[in-house]
C-alpha cells in the first residue's frame, strides 16, 4: 500500500466518522429541543447549561485538561443512563436527562467539525502546534 493509498483510506474514514457525529449530533439535536418543549420548566435552562458547558470550563484556571475530560462522550451519556434508570415520574428525571443530551449533542456536533478529544478532523491537525 503506497503512503498516497493509506491517506486517501484515512482522509475518507475521517469524512466518514465526522459524516457519523454530524448526523447523531443534529439527531440528538432535534431530541433536546423535542424534550425541553414536552417538559417545560427546568428542561429548557438544563439544555442550555448543558450545550454550554464545554465552553464554560474554559473560564475556570487549568481548564485544557478539565476541558479535555468534558468534551468525552462517556459523562453525558452517563448522565442520561443514570436518569433513564431511575424509577419514578418522567418529569423528575427530565431536566437532568436533557442536560446531558444537550451535552452529548454539544460534544457530537464538535467532533463533527473536526475538534475535541478523539476526532480526527483538520481543524484540530490544523491548530495543533508541534511542543
Known sequence: ?????????????????RFAWGALGLLLLAWTVFEAA????LTIPFAVIGLLV???TRLAPGSAAVQHTLLRVWIPLAVMVICAAIPGPADN?????????AWLTHVALRRALG??????????RMTSRPG
Open 1 to 17: 500500500m503506497t503512503r498516497e493509498t493509506a491517506s486517501a483510506a484515512t482522509s475518507s474514514a475521517s469524512w466518514a466518522a
Open 54 to 56: 464545554p465552553f464554560l
Open 38 to 41: 414536552k417538559h417545560t420548566g
Open 115 to 124: 475538534s475535541g478529544p478523539g476526532s480526527s478532523g483538520v481543524t484540530s
Open 93 to 101: 428525571n427530565a431536566a437532568p436527562f436533557t442536560l446531558g443530551m
